[in-house]
């Protein structure tokens, strides 16, 4: 087993949660990429420049306390159905409609989340006011290519 690898398993599983901590959940399964999204979805809703997300293995996350108070919103247009505390309305993860591949925002995870941000998608969309960090992570003008 790799190194690294080890290290992962070995801080599993991760925990995490919303603003007003009613909403707890658990990632039994090393993340498996991370990035920054520029888009302008994810200013909104985050209010900030950007969003830190990291990607989660197949069936590895699990609410383990408020899932009832778990509402989605669904954009008119497409995209990932977000996720969010209903009562504290902290963002937690999105949910691919059709794949049902799972992202959650890296900054709800207590703790080190055992990944880095790797990428910076939709950078053609950054904020005006603030600029995309001058970093060695790839980049790309529109979505992430898998």
């Avoid at 207590?110 to 939709?122: A, E």
């Avoid at 603030?130 to 992430?144: G, H, I, K, N, S």
Wanted: with cysteine; proline share 5%; aromatic share 8%.
């Amino acid at each position: 087993m790799p190194e690294e690898y080890a290290r992962l398993v070995a801080g599993l599983p991760l925990t995490g949660g919303c603003l007003c901590g009613a909403v707890r959940y658990e990632i039994d399964a090393p993340l498996v990429w991370a990035g920054y999204c520029h888009c302008t979805r994810c200013q909104r809703r985050t209010g900030t420049g950007s969003s830190a997300n990291a990607t989660v293995a197949d069936g590895a996350l699990r609410v383990v306390a408020g899932a009832e108070l778990v509402r989605d919103w669904r954009h008119p247009d497409g995209g990932a159905v977000k996720c969010f505390c209903g009562t504290c309305g902290g963002a937690l993860w999105s949910r691919h409609p059709e794949t049902g591949e799972m992202s959650v925002r890296l900054g709800t995870i207590d703790g080190d989340p055992g990944i880095r941000p790797s990428y910076h998608q939709f950078v053609d969309y950054a904020a005006t006011w603030e600029a995309v960090a001058d970093d060695a992570l790839t980049r790309f003008p529109e979505r992430r290519s898998s």
